[in-house]
């Protein structure tokens, strides 16, 4: 197969559109067969559930490749079984998991001339989403649905090595105790805009959201989980149920203790603590963790002891394991890695 004329190491995280997408329609009940298309428009009635009422929810993952030549996904079958709690938080049909898997095969097969050469720092990232399609005026769950997953190659998160980077303290909230903040709907991402912009008016790379009920406790931010490393080498992630549950992070979580040794915990952890973490991290699929330096509260500035050029040993240590497990160097953890060709 010919790989498509594309500078890898030097595309951006944008959208290229390539050449097929996977689409199945619900109707009646029912989701149809669902089928691999070129057309890579969207045609809905004007009065959709999803335009009215922000009836969507979406997942995110990457096709890359291994060391060996091999084109694989990572615990893809983790996205589907996501997607199918954001789906019944809305009130939208299940799309099942295994059809899902089937789609992400479809999908990365028939584009695999976009999947970035090993070592390029490039991967094909999927979007998989779904909508309510129908025509809804009276709120109400939509009866028709449209699921689709397409591919689009992006470059390297982190260009010339991962910077530390700054965040705020928000005084936005992201999500609301007994609301959608542990579901990927694009809705959490609307609200979180103003505020992430505003951030970068402001000079800060993102916003740490906290608790909105007490706002004591740290959460996340608009796109990613916190890990902290203590002072005396534990590796702790915020427990809430307001967190979207990042696959990168609880990746990173068995990582750590299960390769590396390591003391881990999921608990509550008070903004007051941040102070006496060594090292700071945000976990996501698109840059596995990017590392931070600087927390700024309301003028107050806690600088990690990791400071502003590298990222911290501990950081540094997950970020080799985990993304040497997904290029196929280091031995993964059976499952973890699904290979599509
Ligand atoms: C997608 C997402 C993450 C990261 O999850 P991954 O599965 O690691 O990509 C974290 N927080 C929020 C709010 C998200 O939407």
Known sequence: MEKKNIDWSNIGFGYMQTDKRYVSNYKNGAWDEGMLTEDANVVISECAGVLQYAQTCFEGLKAYTTEDGHIVTFRPELNAKRM???????????????????????????????????????TLYLRPYMFGSNPVIGVKPADEYQFRLFATPVGPYFKGGAKPITIRVCDYDRAAPHGTGHIKAGLNYAMSLYAITDAHAQGYDENMYLDSATRTKIEETGGANFIFVTKDGKVVTPKSDTILPSITRR???????????????????????????????????AAVISPVGKVVNHGEEICFPSGMDDMGPVTKKLYDTLTGIQMGRIEAPEGWIKVIK
């Open 84 to 122: 199918v709690d954001s789906a019944q938080r809305l009130c939208m049909p299940v799309f099942p998991e295994d059809r899902f898997i089937d789609a992400v095969q479809k999908v990365v097969e028939a584009n695999a001339a976009y999947v970035p050469p090993y070592g390029s720092g490039a």
């Open 251 to 285: 990746s990173l979580m068995y990582v750590a203790k299960e390769y590396l040794g390591m003391e881990v915990e999921e608990r509550e952890v008070l903004f007051e603590e941040i102070k006496d973490f060594a090292e700071c991290g945000l976990c996501g699929t």
